[in-house]
């Protein structure tokens, strides 16, 4: 009786399965088999111990179907991305931090120039700019350097100041050029142009209009 029980259990196993050989002593009913099929990809079925007159459909399968593997291997490309975006840093916006900062830098020199009745100046060159004032000796000597607000600037790697515009006079950066900020609160009208691969802003300044750092978008100046 045993033996037949077993044969039939044994002629529904696919033909690509393996299956052990029992190792219950003859005539007991708690033998068990195990079964090891190899699938694509890596994965595998699993069946449990399988007693005598048990159905072997109680297989669980392991591992990672190939809709699986694409998913996650898309989403590792996703976040490479992010991660390299993220590490090369952004232009446009290393551009315009730098032309807000001098912006402000300009602005509170002028209330200063107003407040003490001095005069200041703006020294601007490729690679960065600094600030002056103008002594009892009437000459115009670079601020301090322990200043940390008004301390030289040097601009970070790969951008630069490509030109300056005073009174409509437009100059390349190859050399030192001066924005005298007067006591009364006058200033001339410039436009100061900050550069870094595609990205360009600017710092504008005139009477009516005060002090700002603005984008430039095809030849044209936005706030």
């Keep these: 009786m045993d033996k037949s029980i077993y044969s039939a259990s044994v002629a529904i196993i696919p033909p690509v399965a393996k299956v052990l050989t029992p190792i219950s002593a003859p005539g007991t009913s708690t033998t068990s088999s195990m079964i090891s099929q190899p699938t694509s990809f890596g994965s595998r079925v699993l069946c ?19 809709i699986e ?41 002028q209330e200063e120039a107003i407040l003490q009745g001095q005069l200041f100046a ?4 490729k690679r960065g700019y600094h600030f002056l004032q103008l002594t009892k000796k009437g000459t115009l000597e670079p601020l301090a350097k322990e200043d940390d607000v008004l301390r030289p600037r040097e601009l970070p790697s790969g951008m630069k ?7 409509g006079i437009v100059t390349e950066q190859d050399e030192e050029i ?31 209009d005060g002090i700002r750092s603005t984008q430039s978008v095809e030849g044209r100046a936005t706030s």
């Design 48 to 66: 449990e111990p399988v007693l005598r007159g048990q159905s072997i459909s109680t297989c669980r399968v392991f591992g990672f179907t190939l």
């Design 69 to 109: 593997l694409i998913v996650v291997m898309l989403l590792l490309v996703v976040i490479a991305g992010m991660v390299a975006l993220n590490l090369g840093g952004d232009d446009a916006g290393e551009v315009r931090e730098e032309a807000e900062r001098l912006a402000l830098l300009l602005n509170t020199v």
């Design 122 to 125: 703006l020294a601007v060159e």
């Design 161 to 167: 100041i490509s030109e300056v515009e005073i009174d």
């Design 178 to 208: 001066g924005i005298v900020l007067q006591p009364t609160g006058d200033i001339p009208d410039f436009v100061i142009t900050f550069n870094k691969g595609t990205a360009t802003w600017r710092v504008t300044g005139s009477i009516g």
